[in-house]
């Protein structure tokens, strides 16, 4: 019987996780891939499946605690977790399993080492830990305490920082890592508290949206440094053979620009192609520059211009930095002669970190319809719940937020076709086993087409018939404190619209 420090479950509980724990470590259960739905699990099952996950992975001798201190540590962050529509604990549940999708079958792990996959899966899992359901944008725009703590820019991802550091030094989780025989890194040195820290701190600071290109011309990075070098011969067609190639590793441009919390998609039609529109621009400043707030330190000069960001001078982009392939003769893309963590630098390993946990933060696009759908549900309800919020605050109605103005497919089709499909085209170049994840990335478009020329609007659709925040098996917290000054969400109409009632 797995037995718990700081955390309470029932002995039912306790025995339905450890029953999860040993189907999922055994093969019975079934397999972690994009089909898992978390939704079809109760919460020990969850439990059981992620403690499973850093089992199967051999993640826990690496950080030198038992099952249980771990398991003890990921229902402490369950508990960080508030009762939103789309920001809980489900979602980081969601956002670790596909992490680990990623590390066991598109062969993402044989360029990590176990202290960067189990800083990795623990990002993933507290990335949005404490998160109001209302983004960075109303907090700048409300002057609320977390904006007034963290300033203006990833206002959440700093506070989740904090709550995780405040979760890992409550559990002592890293106290061993020195000592793990596993936990070496490539350079020969041990693991360390802080450097796990970092790595959590960094990753779970890139998954704010305003960063979304600097992950994309990370992966760009990552995939010129990697690539083979063309052979010169001298003649001409060489020459141009060179200019080609080096012109396709250029990074992306992107499509469109950034708010400060989520992609601005606006177009008139589904069905029309991608284009370019205006919008409010924002910098584009690494996320590994800040740390404000009660963080760790913040990373010094050198790995501030490591981080694998748009210069080709960066380290993702070196290949002199200590521990970077002398010959670069090995490609990431190809998977190919058994290329390992050895290959990277640490800054290129944690900029591959943080290009996974960004790209399973925006995996929803990428699964199954009906998961797709499902998860598209939940994230237009909080979009809608925060635009009614603002409006009954006299506050600027965010991007997409508008229920009078924005529809489901609308919002749905804007952000895989301006910033999910680039994104995964260039995870693809990468990681060749996540081929699938456009096939499935097509297909689910033709689905959101269909129902944009049905005019099929937000509120009419079967699948939102149950509210999260109403849902018992959902609401197993109470509301946040930031949030206890709102009334929540409720059906007023019987067109199934949400209204925001401030009586």
């Known amino acids: 019987m797995l037995l718990l ?38 919460v020990p099952e969850i439990y059981g499946y992620i403690l499973g996950m850093f089992v199967k992975l051999e993640l826990v001798e690496c950080l030198g605690v038992t099952q249980d201190e771990l398991l003890d540590f990921i229902i402490d962050v369950d508990r960080g977790y508030l009762a939103t529509f789309y920001h809980s604990f ?26 960067d996959m189990a800083a990795l899966l623990l990002a993933g899992l507290c990335h949005d830990v404490g998160h109001p359901g209302l983004n960075n944008l109303f907090q700048v725009n409300a002057k ?86 063309m052979s010169s011969s001298g003649s001409e067609a060489d020459s141009e053979s060179e200019s080609e190639s080096e012109n396709e590793v250029q990074p992306r441009k992107p499509a469109l620009a950034l ?38 330190p913040s990373p010094t000069e050198e790995q501030q211009n490591g981080s694998g960001h748009r210069k080709r001078s960066s380290s993702c982009g070196s290949s002199s930095s200590s521990g970077s392939s002398s010959s670069g003769s090995s490609s990431l893309r190809r998977s190919l002669d058994g290329y390992t963590a050895h290959d990277l630098t640490p800054e290129q390993r944690q900029s591959l970190c943080n290009c996974l946990l960004h790209a399973a933060d925006v995996s929803n696009a990428v699964k199954p319809w009906t998961i797709c759908k499902r998860w598209s549900d939940l994230v237009v309800q909080e979009f809608f719940r925060q635009g009614d919020i603002e409006k009954t605050q006299n506050l600027p109605v965010s991007p997409n937020m508008d229920r009078d103005q924005h ?43 269909e129902l944009q020329k049905s005019n099929q609007q937000f509120g009419y659709d079967p699948y939102l018939a149950v509210d999260p925040l109403e849902e018992p098996s959902l609401s197993r917290r109470p509301s946040s404190p930031l949030l206890s000054n709102l009334s929540p969400g409720r059906r007023v109409s019987g067109n199934g619209r949400w209204c925001f009632d401030t009586g």
């Open 90 to 115: 489900y979602h980081a549940a969601d956002v670790t399993s596909v992490l680990y999708h990623m590390l066991q079958d598109m062969q993402a792990s044989q360029y990590l080492s176990k202290p």
């Open 407 to 449: 529809n489901q497919p609308q919002i749905s089709l804007g952000f895989s076709d301006f910033v999910v499909q680039p994104y995964f085209e260039a995870f693809v170049e990468l990681l060749p086993d996540a081929s699938p994840l456009i096939t499935t990335l097509v297909d689910n478009r033709v689905h959101w087409v």
């Open 144 to 229: 609320t305490d977390l904006y007034k703590k963290y300033g203006e820019e990833s206002v959440l991802e700093k506070y989740s920082c904090s709550l995780a550091m405040d979760l890992v030094t409550k559990h002592t989780l890293f106290r061993n890592i020195s000592r793990s025989p596993t936990a070496i890194l490539p350079e020969g040195d041990h693991a360390t508290e802080c450097g796990m820290r970092e790595s959590m701190v960094k990753a779970i600071l890139a998954t704010d949206m305003s960063f979304h290109y600097d992950m994309l011309n990370g992966l760009n990075n990552l995939i010129e440094a990697t690539s083979p070098p």
């Open 5 to 42: 420090r700081h955390c309470q479950l029932s002995s039912q509980d306790l025995i339905t996780c450890e029953r999860a724990l040993l189907r999922f470590v055994s093969g019975r259960s079934k397999p972690v891939n994009l089909d898992f739905n978390v939704w079809d699990y109760t």
């Open 259 to 296: 708010t400060a919390a989520r992609p601005s998609l606006q177009f008139t039609g589904a069905d029309e192609k991608p284009r370019q529109f205006k919008t409010k621009t924002v910098s584009m400043a690494s996320p590994l520059s800040t740390s404000t707030g009660p963080l760790p």
